[in-house]
């Protein structure tokens, strides 16, 4: 289960992190414009995804027996997020956004759904792909380069469906033919193949990859196709997905001509193994902590105000998990300790 730091997909955990955290940024009572907030939106959405890529690009095929695989993996994620779930329910339940019975209701709803906060879901979607991870490890091993494309791009096809919706009759539901190759399930073998084939491609293939999502996007905007725009341009959107490749495959690149020094990876693996922490926290840092200054809120304009708040976050965020991994059980709480094992 030790694995040597792969580099760039260290980078790519920490460049994640940190779109998610400026999607979050923008606080809803301000002026920020549409202009701006569409474009930040559809612009960030890939950081989730390249999250879930990463993931498949490290632990698939799984090469380890079942059991030991899920106790490994599940055992750094679950604890946490009843740890996080909990607390947020009770930071709800202090300021009286919340009922005891509301609370309660939470608690037992916890295996089933996102619980305390949205930004949690995540972790479910994660644990689900665990839990598929040894089943579909097999059919990877024994799967060619080609024929796992081909699965890849059945899985493209069914991105495009909110493209196709205004022309034909789509059935999207557990009837639908490609229902199966449809979900977060795909970005999670598309990382897998990235990093397992994709090893070569040229600056004119990535730019046109970066390129063309932000075409169409600008065409959308201003042809005012806001009924289709969340389809088209979200987590589960063609566009998003080719942006996420563009990512992928520039960071590869980009970090393979670089030599780190000591110094530099050390600080690369700290930032990367705080990612996660990061995440299950820095919604409380923005919303409970920044959004209550009104100087971060409304002395700097929607712009000033995302960026501090973007940037505070990260900041403030990156410290308290460095801190909190040097505490006894931090590993139930952020998902890593830096403490040394006696």
């Given at each position: 289960?030790?694995?040597?730091?792969?580099?760039?997909?260290?980078?790519?955990?920490?460049?994640?992190?940190?779109?998610?955290?400026?999607?979050?940024?923008?606080?809803?009572?301000?002026?920020?414009?549409?202009?701006?907030?569409?474009?930040?939106?559809?612009?960030?959405?890939?950081?989730?995804?390249?999250?879930?890529?990463?993931?498949?690009?490290?632990?698939?095929?799984?090469?380890?027996?079942?059991?030991?695989?899920?106790?490994?993996?599940?055992?750094?994620?679950?604890?946490?997020?009843?740890?996080?779930?909990?607390?947020?329910?009770?930071?709800?339940?202090?300021?009286?956004?919340?009922?005891?019975?509301?609370?309660?209701?939470?608690?037992?709803?916890?295996?089933?759904?996102?619980?305390?906060?949205?930004?949690?879901?995540?972790?479910?979607?994660?644990?689900?792909?665990?839990?598929?991870?040894?089943?579909?490890?097999?059919?990877?091993?024994?799967?060619?380069?080609?024929?796992?494309?081909?699965?890849?791009?059945?899985?493209?096809?069914?991105?495009?469906?909110?493209?196709?919706?205004?022309?034909?009759?789509?059935?999207?539901?557990?009837?639908?033919?490609?229902?199966?190759?449809?979900?977060?399930?795909?970005?999670?073998?598309?990382?897998?193949?990235?990093?397992?084939?994709?090893?070569?491609?040229?600056?004119?293939?990535?730019?046109?990859?970066?390129?063309l999502p932000i075409v169409a996007f600008v065409v959308c905007y201003a042809a005012g196709m806001n009924k289709m725009f969340s389809d088209i341009f979200w987590y589960e959107g063609i566009?998003?997905?080719?942006?996420?490749?563009?990512?992928?495959?520039?960071?590869?690149?980009?970090?393979?001509?670089?030599?780190?020094?000591?110094?530099?990876?050390?600080?690369?693996?700290?930032?990367?193994?705080?990612?996660?922490?990061?995440?299950?926290?820095?919604?409380?840092?923005?919303?409970?902590?920044?959004?209550?200054?009104?100087?971060?809120?409304?002395?700097?304009?929607?712009?000033?105000?995302?960026?501090?708040?973007?940037?505070?976050?990260?900041?403030?965020?990156?410290?308290?998990?460095?801190?909190?991994?040097?505490?006894?059980?931090?590993?139930?709480?952020?998902?890593?300790?830096?403490?040394?094992?006696?």
């Open positions: 289960m030790v694995q040597q730091r792969i580099v760039y997909l260290d980078v790519i955990r920490v460049l994640s992190c940190m779109m998610i955290v400026l999607m979050h940024s923008p606080h809803p009572n301000t002026d920020t414009s549409a202009f701006i907030q569409a474009p930040l939106y559809f612009i960030t959405a890939s950081g989730l995804c390249l999250f879930f890529m990463v993931s498949g690009a490290l632990l698939l095929p799984v090469k380890i027996d079942t059991f030991t695989f899920l106790k490994h993996r599940l055992g750094k994620i679950v604890v946490p997020l009843l740890f996080w779930t909990l607390f947020y329910m009770g930071i709800k339940l202090l300021v009286g956004e919340a009922s005891w019975n509301e609370t309660l209701h939470s608690i037992i709803s916890i295996p089933f759904t996102r619980q305390g906060h949205g930004v949690l879901w995540f972790l479910y979607v994660l644990i689900g792909l665990y839990l598929l991870s040894p089943i579909i490890s097999p059919m990877l091993q024994m799967t060619s380069k080609k024929e796992l494309r081909f699965y890849l791009q059945l899985w493209g096809i069914a991105l495009c469906y909110p493209l196709f919706a205004p022309f034909v009759e789509l059935t999207v539901n557990t009837y639908g033919i490609l229902y199966y190759f449809s979900g977060f399930a795909g970005y999670y073998v598309l990382g897998y193949y990235l990093h397992t084939y994709c090893k070569k491609m040229g600056k004119f293939c990535a730019t046109v990859l970066f390129v566009a998003v997905a080719v942006m996420c490749i563009a990512w992928f495959i520039v960071v590869r690149k980009f970090m393979e001509k670089r030599s780190l020094s000591v110094v530099e990876a050390k600080f690369l693996t700290t930032l990367s193994n705080c990612t996660f922490g990061v995440y299950l926290m820095h919604v409380f840092i923005m919303r409970r902590l920044l959004w209550q200054s009104d100087f971060v809120v409304y002395g700097l304009g929607s712009i000033g105000q995302i960026i501090m708040t973007w940037v505070g976050t990260l900041i403030i965020s990156f410290v308290l998990v460095l801190t909190l991994s040097y505490l006894p059980y931090s590993e139930y709480i952020i998902g890593f300790t830096n403490r040394k094992r006696k």
